[in-house]
């Protein structure tokens, strides 16, 4: 006994303007994240690299969002060389663990 097919299935005719339609977005969503990478890297660079005279030349053609991506990098790197020469906070103990100290401190003195 025969089996049927119980779906119907569309032919590589019927397929193909779908498909073709579908590759086309893909390709230009590709491209789109292609320019978006490319200009990311150039802000990026521009922001922990360049002098402060060319940085205000290069700001000026940058839209709002872009600027707001460049003043990020640029507080970024601050932050990195402020951590990187040990001017960030310092680091201290918690209460629990100086309190913990004293206390051990003041039952070796009682023994």
Known sequence: MAIKKLCIVPTVHEAHPVFMERMALLVIMLFALQAYQTRLRKIMDASQNSTDAASVLFIETLDESEQEIFAAGQQGLADFLQWETRHSDQI?????????KKRKRIQMEEH
């Open 92 to 100: 201290t103990s918690s209460d629990m663990v100086a309190n913990l």
